[in-house]
């Protein structure tokens, strides 16, 4: 066996460890009441309390700089949020729900019981690595589960300081944190847990729901992809661009519901351009010694993103520089918009993450609804514009994720909304009420009354049961 082999089945064998004793931890609680939940919720917040500063020093030390601001912004704020709405409304989200029943369930009476389903993975990636790894823990434990985390390898500072801090607050029959590579992320895909929640690259996805799919086990899946903005011929540029530009650069682009590309009427192009860069230079001045734009995450993904570019440009694109100051040794990106992108070009097929926006012009409105539905359905759409008519039929005429209409990325931020994706883009959803459900057990249950008619239908049949199946037949 190869070492490769030993460290695998090492991983797999830790993993299997803990997750046999969250599962016999499970058994002894397996519906964990109201007060035991909002402790282990109060416990992660406190957790993010006392550690929010050297979680946030080791983002920033993982990606080379980001501000403290945009992790502040992003991670700390949206899982505090999600805590408190959690919070607020747990004892109605674990309430049985009374439903009625037809005429033929009468006098009986319904019901539906969510339960916890046990042990929920949680595998999340390197670029929002605190939101995305403990908001999903917010529904899982809101729903009475017990869960294992799997942060990113590209973020191994944060990974660690996570792993001190989950330690402190809680026991290893509740929360655990599992580090290490790609092997370790492979054996934790593969373990059978009752639940698992993946955030990541739709390639990778794939290879995670096969891992599930061979324990039948029940996924989320927030995949990204190439999610458009489309510039409706309505827009008022100078209110539409900056609030785009901003979703476009927040952490250098890394970002799953980035704006990926723009969709601008044709005859709006160059006023687009430049719009663009006026927006860039009022948010980012320079990007020499400038602490709020964020260094790319290694050196791989940044020679991804300078090869699209070269790439775009080789085959006749325009490169527009929002602003000067690429520097490759420190991993400082600059932005840019690329006009004249097509199909050909890697970066219309690929999730970019990073600061390039890509422009591709349209005559109709028709014309873009055709070109988002000729791809793969994304995990975000945009919209600006003021014209009603036209904003209803980009609703109606397209499927993502999710929307928001004249900003970006705002919807990711409301607990009341579902996040998840859709097709390539992903499946299930979470935040709120909808993680809550996800990571619960919608058990149906039917009670029946002494009174029941059903035994006029045992056999032997005859004619009471011939009558009463034709009742059926005709009213059931």
């Known amino acids: 066996m190869d070492d490769s082999m030993d460290e695998r089945q090492t991983a797999a064998d830790r993993i299997g460890a803990i997750l046999a004793r969250q599962k016999a931890a499970y058994l002894t609680d397996i519906n964990p009441d109201l007060a035991l939940r909002r402790d282990r919720l109060d416990r992660l917040e406190r957790l993010i309390l006392a550690w929010q500063e050297r979680l946030a020093q080791a983002i920033s030390e993982d990606f080379g700089n980001r501000s403290p601001v945009v992790t502040t912004l992003a991670d700390i704020v949206p899982t505090r949020a999600a805590l408190r709405h959690a919070r607020r409304h747990l004892n109605g989200w674990m309430r049985p729900r009374r439903v009625s029943l037809a005429w033929t369930g009468q006098p009986g009476s319904a019901l539906i019981l969510r339960q916890p389903l046990g042990v929920v993975g949680i595998i999340a990636p390197w670029n929002y690595p605190m939101n995305l790894m403990l908001s999903p823990l917010v529904g899982a434990l809101a729903a009475g589960n017990r869960a294992m985390l799997k942060p990113s390898e590209l973020t191994p500072k944060f990974s660690e300081v996570l792993d001190a801090a989950v330690k402190e607050f809680f026991a290893e029959d509740e929360v655990a944190v599992v580090v290490g590579g790609p092997d370790v992320a492979a054996a934790f895909s593969a373990a059978p847990f009752d639940h698992l929640v993946f955030t990541g690259s739709t390639a990778v996805g794939r290879r995670v729901a096969e891992a599930a799919a061979r324990n039948l086990m029940p996924i989320t899946l927030e995949l990204g992809g190439k999610s458009p903005a489309i510039i409706d011929a309505s827009a008022d540029l100078d209110s539409a661009v900056p609030r785009l530009i901003w979703g476009k650069l927040l952490n250098s682009g890394q970002t799953c519901v980035a704006p990926d590309y723009a969709l601008v009427p044709r005859d709006r192009v160059e006023a687009f351009a430049a719009a663009a860069k006026a927006a860039a230079e009022k948010q980012y001045a320079s990007l020499a010694g400038n602490p709020d734009y964020t260094t790319i995450i290694s050196q791989r993904h940044f020679d991804r993103l300078a090869g699209l570019i070269d790439e775009a440009r080789a085959k006749g694109a325009e490169v527009i520089e929002l602003l000067p100051g690429t520097d490759a040794p420190r991993r400082i990106l600059a932005p840019v918009v690329v006009t004249g992108a097509n199909d050909t070009m890697a970066l219309m097929h690929e999730e970019i993450f990073g600061p390039i926006l890509p422009v591709i012009p349209y005559d109709t409105l028709d014309e873009a609804l055709a070109y988002i539905n000729a791809h793969d359905r994304p995990l975000a759409l945009y919209w600006f514009g003021t014209d009603r008519k036209a ?55 039917l009670r029946q009354s002494r009174l029941s008619a059903v035994a006029l239908l045992y056999p032997p049949y005859g004619k009471v049961a011939s009558m009463l199946l034709k009742v059926l037949a005709r009213f059931g």
């Open 391 to 445: 904003e209803a039929r980009v609703l109606n005429g397209t499927i993502s994720g999710g929307v928001t209409i004249n900003d970006t990325i705002l919807h990711l931020a409301q607990d009341n909304l579902p996040f998840g994706g859709v097709g390539a883009s992903g499946y299930g959803h979470y935040h709120g009420e909808t993680g809550f459900v996800a990571m619960s057990k919608e058990k149906p249950v």
